[in-house]
């Protein structure tokens, strides 16, 4: 609640409206107002030192005489004719402090009225009979006493008007400090209300929200707070069931983690054996790669031979040919020779019959005859059997040829089969080769697929103890989670969450 906008001085129109004629009315009186003013005062005051529900607001002699004084001065500025900021500011004053010490206006206007009159009978007694004013007319003495009234008046309006509207602004402020109070108390209650909610959150039961009345400022504060503490609780009640899903699946990693590791840790052995073994089948392939070249050097050595022995083989066939035409030749001069024979053996026996013919004179041409017959048959029987071993020979060498042509195309194909045997020792070399440079990046490969099984081994033991101590956590959070007290609702959310399927387990 906002108090009420007051004017800066009750009452200040008034003066404004005062007209010209009216102040120097009032100013031809200011010698006079100087010199009752404080007769009147001190009647004034002895009135009120003297009635007790008027003395009792002047604590003290002094207290009244320091009020007195303010009167005075007042009222010398009144006669001056000063009735601006000052006067107006020393007008609001009086009200502010009469309402401020609780003087009504009843005994304010009573004063006033004493006040007024001993001063009113004061001027009289001055200015009559006796003309002490400059024109001595009785117009101009009513017209001072008319002015001296009016801003009388004027003086006791406007500190009646700020002593009111003190009071209409200590009213709004009181309502305002009340309205303050009644919300202090309110707000002091709605937060005795959330502390108390506060504290038994705190302690972990969310399960009795705030049900206390509260003003109706806070009660958005009271709904918001159980709202909040709702959605706690059911936030805890979903933390507690994925706690649970979490400790299920940690003790479930944890066992796939141990299933895991043995299993690395036998293929890391497996593998450690098959690199061994590859490694042995890499050095055998080697080996077979070198003899394999050794054998292709071997057989391209034999080939070369068995092309030169072909050569040879050749070469004899020829000589072999030369020579079954030098028997055909021998032959030949054999038969002339066998011939001859014939023909000397013809001679000899046609000489033998004319040795016989001659007789005694023949005997010894018959026995020369008989010799040349007997030379004839030796040679011709050395001829045939010349005839018949050169006839054995030829026929030797004709089967020589035919065998020295045979085992030529033997050569042959064997240097035919020499250089396939070759051309497939060298694909065999050449595979040899490959396999080897294949085995070899083979047992690389196993090389690094075992330091990674390792790795993996090492990695598999750091989730496996990580699943432990995930687990564990899991059981801590689920024990934390068993402290806290939870509405029936939120009891009923968890206890109708289906159980966490287990994690299949590999074979």
């Known amino acids: ?125 001055k200015v009559w009979p006796h003309s002490l004013l400059k024109r001595g007319s009785a117009d101009e003495a009513a017209a001072s006493l008319e002015a001296l009234v009016r801003i009388a008046l004027i003086d006791m309006e406007m500190a009646v008007s700020n002593y009111l509207e003190t009071l209409a602004r200590r009213s709004a402020e009181q309502s305002v400090e009340d309205e303050k109070k009644r919300a202090g108390e309110a707000r002091a209650q709605a937060m005795r209300e959330v502390a108390n ?25 009271r709904d918001d707070f159980n709202n909040a503490m709702l959605a706690f609780a059911e936030m805890v009640s979903t933390v507690s069931t994925s706690a649970h899903t979490l400790e299920t699946s940690a003790k479930e990693i944890a066992t796939a983690s141990r299933d895991l590791a043995g299993r690395t840790e036998r293929q890391a052995a497996n593998l450690e054996e098959s690199a061994a073994a590859l490694h042995e089948l890499t050095d055998g392939v080697r080996t077979a790669s070198k003899r394999a070249h050794h054998a292709a050097s071997t057989v391209t050595a034999s080939t070369n031979e068995a092309e030169a022995a072909e050569t040879v083989m ?6 072999m040919g030369e020579i079954e035409k030098s028997s055909q030749e021998i032959g030949k001069i054999i038969g002339v020779i066998d011939e001859i024979a014939f023909q000397t053996n013809l001679l000899a026996l046609n000489a033998g019959v004319e040795a016989a013919r001659a007789g005694e004179a023949g005997k010894g041409f018959a026995v020369v005859a008989q010799e040349v017959r007997a030379l004839a048959q030796r040679s011709a029987d050395a001829a045939k059997e010349i005839k018949g071993l050169i006839s054995k020979s030829s026929s030797q060498i004709h089967a020589g040829v035919g065998l020295v042509t045979e ?26 080769d490959n396999q080897a440079n294949s085995v070899s990046e083979v047992n690389n490969a196993i090389g690094q697929i075992d330091q990674t099984t390792q790795q993996n081994a090492a990695m598999v033991e750091q989730a496996t103890a990580v699943a432990h101590t995930l687990n564990d956590e899991a059981g801590n959070l689920l024990a934390l989670m068993s402290a806290i007290r939870l509405p029936a609702s939120c009891s009923a959310q968890k206890s109708s969450v289906g159980k966490v399927t287990p994690m299949r387990r590999a074979g």
């Open 197 to 221: 909610g506060l504290q038994r959150l705190a302690s972990g039961d969310l399960s009795v929200p705030i049900t206390a009345e509260f003003a109706p400022e806070f009660h958005q504060i």
């Open 314 to 319: 050749h070469r004899a066939v020829t000589a």
């Open 1 to 125: 609640m906002t108090s009420p906008t007051v004017s800066p001085t009750a009452g200040s129109h008034l003066v404004t409206d005062l007209d010209p004629e009216a102040r120097r009315a009032l100013k031809r009186i200011q010698p006079m107002l100087e010199e009752i003013l404080q007769p009147a005062l001190d009647e004034f005051y002895g009135v009120v030192a003297n009635q007790p529900e008027m003395s009792r607001f002047f604590p003290s002699a002094n207290h009244m005489a320091s009020a007195k004084s303010k009167q005075k001065e007042h009222w010398q500025g009144v006669a001056a004719g000063d009735l601006g900021p000052a006067y107006l500011a020393r007008a609001r004053m009086i009200g502010e402090t009469h309402a401020r010490i609780g003087l009504e206006p009843k005994y304010y206007i009573s004063g006033y009225g004493h006040l007024l009159g001993s001063m009113v009978r004061r001027i009289v007694h």
């Open 407 to 432: 085992t030529g195309d033997a050569l042959q194909k064997i240097v035919r089969r020499s250089n396939d045997i070759r051309q497939e020792v060298a694909a065999i070399a050449e595979t040899a």
